[in-house]
DNA sequence: ATTTTATATCGTAATATTGCGATATAAAAT
DNA sequence: ATTTTATATCGCAATATTACGATATAAAAT
């Protein structure tokens, strides 16, 4: 036991809740908020604005680029991160789908 | 060591993250996804339905109430869950915020 | 009053996440 | 060739999550 039984759920759910993972930490989103404004990013500024530790920061990133949610490529010394869009769109749809599932507060309770 | 460090993000980034944290579990996942469907919800057909322990289940059940997302109320027996049109309004507005922020495919990588 | 039924809580084992110092890597500058 | 600079990885401790059997609770049926 401990461990997340994927097992017997859909694909979809699994893929939905492990990009949601990605994001479900603040300072991940700090990330890709600072990601998004910039539609650049290094990790460098990230280590002095967020207040991290360098290590901290490398470790977030990996997961959001692991996710498929960020992808970097390397620019001389430094790394350039941006968004995914293929991800990201993906992701902007399962979530369209889930909440506009929502009938309304016809609620029971 | 070991604890996220809430302190040095806002309060719109904790909130966000505790809030996808909540749904981020494909068994949550199939959870809000039953209750969307029939608008009403009974923790027992999940039960059946999931293949969880019962215990499990009202686990994760108590997990999207202490988040705010779902609410319940006893009806006999069983207890009746359903959406918290508040919560799941703010989450979807926050949410459109984030990913609207996204300036399209103008990436540098 | 006792049994049944539906859900919650407790306790616990297995696993995952978070954060960071220390160290590795690798390109750029000297 | 060596040093500097930017990022990644390793190893580890602290904490959190996941799952479930066992047990508690509490309303409904008998």
Chains 1, 2 share one sequence.
Request: proline share 2%.
């Amino acid at each position: 036991m401990g461990l997340t039984r994927s097992e017997i759920f859909t694909d979809e759910q699994n893929q939905l809740s492990t990009l949601l993972k990605a994001i479900a930490h603040p300072a991940r989103i700090a990330v890709l908020q600072r990601i998004l404004i910039s539609n650049t990013c290094i990790c460098g500024d990230l280590v002095e604005e967020l207040g991290l530790a360098q290590a901290t920061i490398s470790q977030h990133l990996k997961e959001l680029k692991t996710a498929g949610i960020i992808q970097g490529t390397i620019e001389g010394v430094s790394v350039c991160y941006c968004i995914n869009p293929k991800t990201w769109k993906l992701l902007e749809e399962q979530l369209g789908t889930f909440f506009g599932s929502y009938k309304g507060e016809t609620s029971c309770c």
